[in-house]
């Protein structure tokens, strides 16, 4: 399994609230800026992915809020597979501040579809993409 660096997130002023503190839907894009950094570093940007006829759109997200970010702390966000299955993938994100402290942990849950916005099956309709994610689940669902 090729090891993937972490999404590195400088909080922007503009993200923050009249306290000071990171508005909860921040989180959310940051999320969706690692997860398109994550499937670069595994040879799959978006402009590939989407010449092969590809789109991922989000199905459900899931996000557990452990602590505040302010402006402009540094928030390194882990990108994991969790599960690969049929036209459904579930990605994990840890996200921390610099002094290592967990601040978010999330889910998203895509589904898979060609130009015609129906359901596609990875396996078979995109194997090379299906691979490149199938070797780096690290936790499978029940």
């Excluded at 909860?24 to 402009?47: C, K, P, T």
């Excluded at 194997?127 to 936790?139: D, G, N, P, S, T």
Aim: hydrophobic content about 40%; some cysteine; aromatic content about 10%.
């Amino acid at each position: 399994m090729n090891q993937v660096a972490p999404y590195v997130h400088k909080v922007q002023y503009y993200e923050t609230d009249k306290m000071s503190i990171t508005h909860h839907s921040n989180y959310v894009r940051w999320m969706e800026e690692a997860r398109v950094d994550y499937l670069s570093q595994i040879g799959w940007d978006f402009d590939k992915l989407e010449a092969t006829g590809v789109a991922s759109p989000v199905v459900s997200l899931e996000v557990h809020y452990k602590g505040a970010t302010t402006f402009p702390e540094d928030i390194s966000i882990v990108v994991s597979i969790l599960a690969l299955k049929g036209v459904r993938l579930t990605l994990g994100y840890e996200m921390r501040n610099a002094a290592g402290k967990v601040v978010c942990e999330a889910k998203s849950e895509h589904c898979f579809v060609n130009r015609e916005g129906r359901p596609i099956r990875l396996e078979k309709d995109c194997h090379e993409f299906y691979q490149a994610l199938a070797e780096r689940i690290v936790v499978t669902e029940e």
